[in-house]
């Protein structure tokens, strides 16, 4: 017979990426759906769900089934309260889900699940303290205190690109204005080459077809790989709004570790090298204390389903 | 005999206040001694700790010692690492006055014991987890996370005074720009009062004897009990950003309940009333979520020694 299998499953905006992860991190396999977006009813993005569960899990049993959320998982784990790109609105998704599959069912919001994977088999680990920033169309996180997940009075922790870094600064989706994401995520790497384009020579004019609108930030991570000045401008400052930012996360927190994941950290040390600079520089204290080491996440895209399913697994480890 | 007590003594810039707590956090007494400024060296102060300890036990044995210091304490509470306004620069304090006392001492900094005694016997009773602000001169802080104080990797986590609000702001003694306790804060308060003195009718020109120099908070805060509106718009401001300031931290934390303590929160709803429509205004998911109480400290200035008596017995009856 074979042994059960412990599978994460991140539930994003467009699609579904489900995979099987071994106890030491390690994801076996992966499966994918397509999330149909908010428009649809509830019971279809959970048919695509439990298809792409099966699918992944392929004929083995399910020792249990960690779902990585984009959107507010109230602090229970049970619901869904709100979710911008998911049908999902103060939905019980985890009993219902359970109920369905017959197994042991956590939830946990995108982020948080990624900060869990980088600290359990990732750029966090043994840290007694880390502070994960997910850099990828805004900014999400995660935050590891004193060997414990945080996860909020609401579930809401982590919320880190909703921070005010600019008063009356650029508007943010979120209604507020100068949110730290306007400033330092993938839309900002965009909007800042955007701007500029037609006014220096790049080669974001020929990677976009000269439609600045159609610039995406995989261009400009390439066009900065090439020696693009526009473009390596652009990481230059997204990196140092990223110090910026995780400055006042280490002046609240005073974590042991700060990691950077998302999809803006494949650049690597051209985002993170001006975030250590603006680190250092805007930090209090910094000639008094150790300044935390700032390192590129391990687990890339599969963070999220990886946290997951180690959270269905240790959480079942408690019971 | 006498039955053993438990000492809390506030190390401050300018005195040392010593008291007596019982085990639901009441001060029975208190002593006072000056501390002689950061000039002199460590041997002096500890004779001035020692002398107020001893006065304010009166004869009765010393069950234990909690010493509050104005200063960066790491993470292990042994040494004092920096303090702007004490002599003491990495110095192993708790282990030398531990030994010279001969009785159990533990060692926090002040704004993480003013924390400690508003979660014990104050306004964040109750809550699995609080943001303590503490409004003086400055901003200090502490947190409570899922019913634990948190000290961070070196002991200075709740540094929020220092965390960036306004890029190119105010300049700060700490040497960024643009700190938080540059726009919320009593020298805050101060600084808006100064500025607009001159420009238009107000009490504070009779209150400074018509020498913006000589003002103090005090003097704003009675003055605005007294109808000023001057006085009052200053309060506002300040109360508008520290709106602003707490609702980055309950975006990254999601506490619940904030609580606001330091010698500014006496103005209470004056104060209050407006952070708590700017929190709201600025909070993101706020539809989504429950947005945390905002109240004022209840311990008032006796918070630090409250809290290191606290701190002290905690730790005796976990060993």
Redo the contacts between chains.
């Keep these: 017979m074979t042994a059960p299998v412990w599978v994460g499953v991140d539930v994003g905006g467009t699609k579904v990426l489900a995979g099987v992860v071994s106890e030491d991190g390690t994801v076996v396999r992966t499966a994918r759906g397509a999330t149909p977006g908010r428009r649809v009813d509830a019971a279809l993005i959970e048919e695509v769900l439990t298809e792409t569960v099966h699918a992944v899990a392929d004929g083995a049993p399910i020792a249990g089934v960690g779902l990585a959320a984009a959107g ?1 998982v109230e602090a229970t784990g049970e619901r869904v ?2 979710a911008p790109h998911l049908p999902w609105q103060d939905e019980p998704v985890r009993a219902r889900l359970a109920d369905r599959w017959q197994v042991p069912v956590v939830l946990e919001n995108d982020a948080t699940c990624a900060a869990i994977a980088e600290w359990e088999h990732g750029a966090a680990r043994g840290a ?2 880390a502070v994960v920033v997910t850099l990828g169309t805004g900014i999400g ?1 995660g ?1 590891i ?2 060997g ?1 997940v ?18 009356d600064g650029l508007p943010c989706e ?1 209604g ?1 204005r100068g ?1 730290w994401e306007q400033y330092s995520s993938g839309n900002a790497l965009v909007r800042y080459a955007r701007e500029r384009m037609g006014h220096e020579p790049t080669m974001l004019e020929e990677a976009s077809g000269g439609r600045p609108e159609q610039l995406t930030g995989p261009m400009v991570t390439d066009a900065a790989a090439a020696g693009d000045l526009l473009a390596r401008a652009a990481f230059t400052s997204v990196g140092d709004w990223l110090g ?1 930012g995780v ?3 280490v ?6 570790r700060v990691v950077v994941g998302g999809g803006v950290s494949a650049a690597g040390e051209r985002l993170l090298g001006p975030a250590r600079v603006s680190l250092e520089r ?1 930090l ?2 910094a000639a ?3 300044v ?1 080491s700032l390192v590129a996440a391990r687990l890339g895209p599969e963070a999220g389903l990886v946290g997951a399913a180690a959270l269905a697994r240790s959480t079942q480890l408690r019971r």
């Excluded at 609401?154 to 909703?162: C, K, L, T």
């Excluded at 002046?251 to 042991?256: F, I, K």
């Design positions: 507010f309260m709100f007694g303290s996180g935050l205190v004193d414990h945080v996860r909020g009075a609401n579930g809401m922790a982590g919320e880190f690109g909703h921070m005010q870094v600019v008063p979120c507020g949110c910026v400055a006042n996360l002046a609240a927190l005073d974590p042991e805007s209090v204290g008094h204390r150790v935390p």
